[in-house]
Nanobody
């Protein structure tokens, strides 16, 4: 199973940006979809970005136009660029590969 580790979280002001990274122990060539979820108290786990093997990216309306999923296959890293952040984006963010492997998650807090 692929080992995953997220980084890049932290505290940011509303309107700011963060880029989350998910470092993998193996390449992504045959391990799709690649996913980012978030989890917060009272809201359960929400899928915020998905990338398929043909390069299609999907987002829910809550983050569409603000979040971007991408990969660096050479360095085995999955990214989530988050722009124009809002307080309601505060959550623990987790990466997932092929619906099988999970990272431990990383906290993102959007607050002034």
């Amino acid at each position: 199973q692929v080992q995953l580790e997220e980084s890049g979280g932290g505290l940011v002001q509303p309107g700011g940006s963060l880029r989350l990274s998910c470092a993998a122990s193996e390449t992504f060539f045959d391990k799709y979809p690649l996913l980012w979820y978030r989890q917060s108290p009272g809201n359960g786990r929400e899928l915020v970005a998905a990338l398929t093997s043909v390069g299609r990216a999907d987002y829910p309306d809550s983050v569409k136009g603000r979040f971007t999923i991408s990969i660096d296959n050479t360095n085995k890293i999955l990214f989530l660029q988050m722009d124009r952040l809002k307080p309601e984006d505060t959550a623990v963010y987790l990466c997932n590969v092929a619906l099988l492997s999970w990272g431990r998650g990383i906290q993102v807090t959007v607050s002034s």
